[in-house]
């Protein structure tokens, strides 16, 4: 029986470049309290990684919450930051770049 996967992971391109996992997260809990409301953005995520640029980053979500956090960084209009999407799998392997250590 396989066993059941219950995180999502999203591979993001960010403009302007961000290095800080705690400016990145708060700009899609920025994003989700647009899109749908205060509550939406207490969304559980953590950020898995960071490229040495800045310019994308992985994230991990709850499978349940994926839609939600895709079509909230996708549509945000929040000053400062613009997501857009490069990969996203229920498999982590699928959304890196072997030439990158995550």
Request: proline content about 6%.
């Amino acid at each position: 029986m396989p066993l059941a996967k219950s995180s999502h992971y999203i591979r993001l391109h960010l403009s302007p470049a961000g290095r800080d996992p705690l400016s990145v997260r708060k700009s899609i809990q920025d994003a989700l309290a647009q899109s749908f409301g205060a509550t939406s953005a207490g969304t559980y995520l953590d950020i898995l990684w960071i490229s040495d640029d800045g310019e994308e980053c992985v994230i991990r979500v709850d499978r349940s919450d994926t839609a939600r956090v895709l079509a909230a960084a996708m549509a945000s209009s929040a000053p400062g930051q613009m997501f857009t999407l490069v990969k996203e799998s229920s498999f982590l392997p699928a959304v890196t770049n072997l030439s990158e250590p995550l």
